[in-house]
Protein backbone atom coordinates (compact mmCIF):
# COMPACT_ATOMS: atom_id res chain seq x y z
CA UNK A 1 0.00 0.00 0.00
CA UNK A 2 1.13 3.58 -1.34
CA UNK A 3 1.62 6.08 1.97
CA UNK A 4 2.93 9.38 1.53
CA UNK A 5 3.66 11.53 4.49
CA UNK A 6 4.90 14.73 4.73
CA UNK A 7 6.85 17.04 6.85
CA UNK A 8 8.38 20.31 7.23
CA UNK A 9 6.28 22.64 7.30
CA UNK A 10 5.79 25.59 10.31
CA UNK A 11 5.74 29.40 10.52
CA UNK A 12 8.29 31.61 9.07
CA UNK A 13 8.95 35.29 8.41
CA UNK A 14 9.03 36.61 4.68
CA UNK A 15 12.48 36.13 2.78
CA UNK A 16 12.71 33.04 5.03
CA UNK A 17 13.33 29.42 3.89
CA UNK A 18 12.07 25.76 4.93
CA UNK A 19 12.49 22.42 3.45
CA UNK A 20 9.50 20.23 2.71
CA UNK A 21 10.18 16.32 3.04
CA UNK A 22 7.54 13.26 1.49
CA UNK A 23 8.25 10.28 2.75
CA UNK A 24 7.01 7.57 0.84
CA UNK A 25 6.64 3.74 1.48
CA UNK A 26 4.94 0.90 -0.52
CA UNK A 27 6.74 1.67 -3.84
CA UNK A 28 10.09 3.13 -5.29
CA UNK A 29 9.72 7.38 -5.01
CA UNK A 30 11.92 7.28 -8.56
CA UNK A 31 9.47 5.64 -10.25
CA UNK A 32 6.62 7.57 -9.47
CA UNK A 33 5.75 10.62 -11.25
CA UNK A 34 5.53 13.26 -8.28
CA UNK A 35 4.39 16.48 -7.57
CA UNK A 36 3.84 19.31 -4.56
CA UNK A 37 0.16 21.01 -4.37
CA UNK A 38 -0.67 23.89 -2.29
CA UNK A 39 -3.80 24.96 -1.45
CA UNK A 40 -5.05 28.04 0.88
CA UNK A 41 -8.38 28.74 2.54
CA UNK A 42 -10.86 29.61 0.31
CA UNK A 43 -8.78 28.81 -3.40
CA UNK A 44 -8.64 25.84 -5.49
CA UNK A 45 -5.33 23.65 -5.15
CA UNK A 46 -2.36 24.98 -7.00
CA UNK A 47 0.35 22.31 -8.70
CA UNK A 48 3.77 24.06 -7.24
CA UNK A 49 6.32 21.68 -8.75
CA UNK A 50 6.44 18.32 -10.03
CA UNK A 51 9.37 15.80 -11.38
CA UNK A 52 10.14 12.64 -12.82
CA UNK A 53 13.02 10.81 -13.79
CA UNK A 54 14.27 9.14 -17.25
CA UNK A 55 16.26 6.45 -17.47
CA UNK A 56 18.52 5.97 -15.33
CA UNK A 57 19.67 9.44 -13.84
CA UNK A 58 17.55 12.10 -15.93
CA UNK A 59 14.90 14.15 -13.93
CA UNK A 60 12.70 16.35 -15.34
CA UNK A 61 11.40 19.32 -13.33
CA UNK A 62 8.43 21.41 -13.47
CA UNK A 63 7.17 24.59 -11.64
CA UNK A 64 4.59 26.89 -11.68
CA UNK A 65 5.17 30.47 -12.43
CA UNK A 66 4.40 31.96 -9.18
CA UNK A 67 7.53 29.83 -7.72
CA UNK A 68 9.95 29.83 -10.28
CA UNK A 69 13.38 30.63 -9.02
CA UNK A 70 11.93 30.41 -5.59
CA UNK A 71 11.18 26.76 -4.67
CA UNK A 72 13.18 23.40 -6.21
CA UNK A 73 11.95 19.88 -6.17
CA UNK A 74 14.22 17.16 -5.82
CA UNK A 75 14.05 13.29 -4.79
CA UNK A 76 16.45 11.15 -2.62
CA UNK A 77 16.41 7.89 -4.08
CA UNK A 78 18.30 6.41 -0.90
CA UNK A 79 15.40 7.96 1.35
CA UNK A 80 13.03 7.37 -0.71
CA UNK A 81 12.36 11.35 -0.37
CA UNK A 82 10.69 13.94 -2.02
CA UNK A 83 11.59 17.51 -1.28
CA UNK A 84 10.65 21.14 -1.55
CA UNK A 85 13.44 23.35 -1.00
CA UNK A 86 11.23 26.77 -0.50
CA UNK A 87 13.23 29.85 -0.39
CA UNK A 88 12.33 33.60 -0.50
CA UNK A 89 8.66 32.69 1.33
CA UNK A 90 6.17 35.37 0.83
CA UNK A 91 3.34 35.70 2.92
CA UNK A 92 1.31 34.43 -0.24
CA UNK A 93 3.21 31.11 -0.28
CA UNK A 94 0.35 30.28 2.51
CA UNK A 95 -1.15 27.11 2.33
CA UNK A 96 -1.44 23.64 3.24
CA UNK A 97 0.85 21.94 0.71
CA UNK A 98 0.59 18.64 -0.04
CA UNK A 99 3.05 15.93 -1.89
CA UNK A 100 1.35 13.82 -5.22
CA UNK A 101 2.35 10.49 -6.78
CA UNK A 102 1.42 8.68 -9.49
CA UNK A 103 2.63 5.32 -11.22
CA UNK A 104 2.24 7.04 -14.59
CA UNK A 105 4.80 8.69 -16.13
CA UNK A 106 3.78 11.83 -18.72
CA UNK A 107 4.85 11.57 -22.33
CA UNK A 108 4.47 15.55 -21.65
CA UNK A 109 3.94 17.67 -18.84
CA UNK A 110 0.95 20.44 -19.63
CA UNK A 111 1.05 21.85 -16.62
CA UNK A 112 1.17 20.59 -12.96
CA UNK A 113 -2.69 19.26 -12.46
CA UNK A 114 -4.04 17.21 -9.66
CA UNK A 115 -6.20 15.09 -11.93
CA UNK A 116 -2.74 13.64 -12.88
CA UNK A 117 -2.07 11.94 -9.49
CA UNK A 118 -3.71 9.18 -8.05
CA UNK A 119 -1.82 9.07 -4.14
CA UNK A 120 -2.02 12.40 -2.02
CA UNK A 121 -0.53 12.82 1.51
CA UNK A 122 -2.36 14.23 4.17
CA UNK A 123 -0.58 17.93 3.91
CA UNK A 124 1.19 20.02 6.22
CA UNK A 125 0.97 23.78 6.38
CA UNK A 126 3.53 26.58 5.39
CA UNK A 127 2.42 30.45 6.91
CA UNK A 128 4.60 32.99 6.08
CA UNK A 129 4.13 36.12 8.14
CA UNK A 130 4.98 39.43 6.77
Known amino acids: QVQLVESGGGSVQAGGSLRLSCAVSGYIASRFYMGWFRQAPGKEREGVAS???????????YYAESVKGRFTISQDSAKNTLYLQMSSLKPEDTAMYYCAADRRIPSTVQGIRAADFGYWGQGTQVTVSS
Open 51 to 61: IYLRGVSTYYT
